[in-house]
């Protein structure tokens, strides 16, 4: 058997012989005639002159051999739902999906905005896209209306489609009120909308514009709509990611590199096969729920599990029952997630037949080590961290026990996965870090390997200016995270160096909400970090100076400008993106150049020393900054 490491050094030093093997795991109409067309870095072309698509690769080549097994089993225990569909159901729903679609106008090339609820309608949306070219970008359903309107500015969408409402822990959304105030803010032309009602809250429709789902499904049912076979670089679908300017980027993915990719990662990284169910607990609004609960366990001919709820209710041992019931080999989810699971840990949560569990994969944001060894212990089941970004698209840093069985390390997510190039430098000099154990910036040397963002939609300059300007004329692509490596090549990854927060594995950008608490009337500045917490590993929390310090003198007054500072960044962004804490004080601390010293912020709200503080224009800043965070640390400790 090969090993990892003989793997892996293909993948670096044989690049066009190792992807050319890896791309015979999906399905091409016309063959590539070249791997990896890299003539215009940091641009990478993959599969040059291959036609191919993402629905066929999911969906119809496994008609033949598989049409009556399960391809998505949909479980919803806020309504009580659980349907199956097997892979002639999903094969049906997408074609009817998709006339639909055409139907409303929607061309290939063209974009659909995807703004729903973990519901089996969301799945038909992204395929039926895929299987006529047009371009999808799912946006979270968290996400407040101004937040969307900025979205729906952005992506210019031909249609789209949502549903009356979700619903989470008991509590309805409203999905459809937040579209329609979200189109009224929008400055485009109002595109048609696709509204899917499940009859859970009141949606409207207005004349002109909404069209019901229920009723075009009926007049499309049976459609026969072929796949349109693209270009191997042709655009999948877009995904916002949040950046540090407080303008969410487009992440624009390709279409066959993403194919091979998740292919080729659903073997040698999550060890599925044709047959055997995975289940994902993300969110299809997010890059994970894209990946491994739409494509790859499809393209990989599994069953793959589509869940509306809270991994608490009715009761803890929720997941672990469907694990049992539907003999789950695969589960994928976060680290908050086990943490939160933890607090159970008194209850009889893991008393269903774990057996046909082989892997628990666990990502989104840092896995402490604490936590790991609890669930591994609870499971007996391996647990393997990964580490990577919308960006990427599929782990950058993991173990593939696909291809050899590899040590599990509490606290890393592991070791490069083929194909990437994984660098440490120096942030300061951009020099390469060679020695075990000393912190430096984790880039990854240009071409990004198959299924990596492609470009920021519409916007190349972005692209190089974001994520490829840091260290001049040498190319490489910045993650933005700290990490160190040890003396055995696995990395530990330290955070982030930029102004984005992972909160409950959800990237925000600290400058959004900065944007919106800036907005009420009586907020000078403000400055926004991320701090550590045990639970979700970082949260937001806001330093507001004031224009009328008598609007807060008194601990009444405070409280109500505190409250109206985070409804109003609700309101605008959504309730993820609420700060856990607002403090008021005097000033905020900045270098005698002006700059705003969050790092030193964050430094002293997490109990750290914050570091060389020469450059700082009032030393005093910071004794007032510690003394309104101490109180509140206090009262967290148990």
């Not at 993300?282 to 793959?304: E, F, Q, R």
């Not at 990854?444 to 492609?454: A, D, K, R």
């Amino acid at each position: 058997m090969t090993t990892y490491k003989e793997f892996y050094r293909r993948s670096i030093e044989e690049p066009d012989a190792f992807w050319t093997e890896q791309a015979g795991l999906i399905d091409w109409q016309q063959p590539f005639e070249r791997v990896c067309d890299y003539d215009r870095p940091p641009f990478a072309d993959w599969f040059v002159g291959g036609r191919t698509n993402l629905c066929h690769n999911a969906v119809d080549r496994h008609l033949k051999d598989r049409a009556d097994q399960p391809a998505l089993v949909a479980v919803s225990t806020e309504t009580g739902d659980e349907t199956t569909f097997t892979y002639r159901d999903l094969h049906a729903e997408v074609q009817t999906m998709a006339a639909i679609i055409r139907s409303l106008g929607v061309e290939t090339g063209d974009r659909v905005l995807i703004y729903m609820p973990m519901i089996p309608q969301a799945v038909f949306a992204m395929l039926a896209c895929a299987r006529i070219g047009a371009v999808h970008s799912v946006v979270f359903g968290g996400f407040a209306s101004p937040s969307l309107a900025s979205r729906i500015d952005d992506a210019k969408p031909a249609l789209i489609i949502s549903a009356d409402a979700g619903s989470r822990g008991g509590k309805i959304i409203p999905y459809k009120p937040l579209l329609d105030r979200a189109l009224d803010l929008v400055t485009i032309p109002q595109p048609p909308v696709l509204i899917v009602d499940r009859g859970l809250a009141e949606a409207p429709l207005r004349d002109g514009r909404d069209a019901s789902y229920a009723t075009l499904r009926s007049a499309f049912a049976g459609a026969t709509i072929p796949c349109v076979w693209l270009d191997s670089r042709a655009p999948s679908y877009t995904l916002y990611t949040s950046g540090t300017t407080g303008t969410p980027k487009a992440v624009q993915r390709d279409t066959g590199g993403y194919a091979v990719a998740l292919a080729a990662s659903m073997k040698h990284i999550f060890r599925g096969a044709p047959g055997q169910t995975f289940f994902c607990t993300s969110d299809i609004g997010w890059v994970v729920g894209h990946s491994y609960i739409v494509y790859a366990p499809l393209i990989t001919g599994m069953t793959t599990i589509l869940y509306e709820g809270l991994p608490t209710k009715p009761d803890a041992g929720i997941w672990w029952r469907l694990v049992e019931k539907y003999k789950i080999t695969g589960m994928f989810s976060s680290p908050t997630a086990i943490r939160v699971m933890k607090q159970y840990a008194h209850e009889p949560i893991f008393a269903s037949d774990l057996s046909s569990l082989q892997n628990l994969f666990l990502a989104g944001e840092p896995l402490d080590a604490p936590t790991a060894k609890w669930i591994n212990d609870a499971l007996g089941t391996p647990i393997i961290d990964n580490y990577w970004q919308t960006e990427s698209g599929w782990p950058i840093l993991a173990l593939a026990n696909g291809v050899g069985t590899s040590e599990t390390r509490f606290g890393s997510p592991g070791v490069p996965m083929y194909g990437y190039r994984v660098r440490l430098l120096d942030e300061e000099s951009g020099e390469d870090i060679t020695v075990a154990n000393r912190k430096g910036l984790i880039v990854i040397e240009g071409p990004l390997p198959p299924g990596c963002i492609q470009t920021v939609a519409d916007d190349d300059a972005r692209f190089v200016s974001t994520y490829w300007s840091k260290f001049g004329g040498r190319y490489v692509y910045s993650t933005f995270d700290w990490g160190v490596r040890d003396e055995d090549g696995y990395y530990f990854v330290l955070g982030r160096v930029d102004d984005v927060i992972n909160v409950a594995g959800h990237r925000l950008g600290t400058r959004e909400i900065e944007e919106s608490v800036s907005g009420h009337s009586n907020v000078a500045e403000v400055a926004v970090v991320g701090v550590s917490d045990a639970l979700k590993g970082q949260v937001a929390v806001a330093f507001v100076t004031v224009k009328d310090r008598q609007a807060i003198a008194c601990a009444e007054d405070a409280t109500r400008q505190r409250q109206e500072i985070l409804k109003r960044v609700e309101q605008s962004l959504g309730a993820i993106a609420r700060p856990a804490a607002v403090h008021f004080v005097a000033a905020l601390p900045k270098t005698r150049s002006g700059k705003l010293l969050r790092r030193t912020i964050q430094a002293i709200c997490e109990g750290r020393d914050p570091g060389n503080i020469t450059t700082i224009e009032d030393p005093g800043v910071l004794d007032a900054i510690a003394e309104v965070v101490r109180p509140a640390a206090a009262l967290k400790r148990p």
